[in-house]
């Protein structure tokens, strides 16, 4: 596929593919999205998970690192 131009991966896109959708987790208290920490380090669409979104670990409750520190 190199070479060919491709439409830009936007958010959305990662929650409608299945295969993208499986790694990424939302936060419950401010609702961002991100991709679970312990992804494996190679999977479909991780290159894209990694540009639009950051590394997120939720506790139990599904809490953000960053809503829990505050
Ligand atoms: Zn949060």
Known sequence: MVGL???QHDPEW???NPRTR???VQCVTCKRWG???DAPAKFFGRDHLI???EAMKLDD???CDKC???
């Open 5 to 7: 131009k491709q439409p």
């Open 14 to 16: 990662h929650l409608k």
């Open 22 to 24: 499986k790694w990424m």
């Open 35 to 37: 991709y679970r920490d």
């Open 51 to 53: 540009k639009h979104f």
């Open 61 to 63: 409750r599904g809490v």
């Open 68 to 70: 829990r520190g505050e």
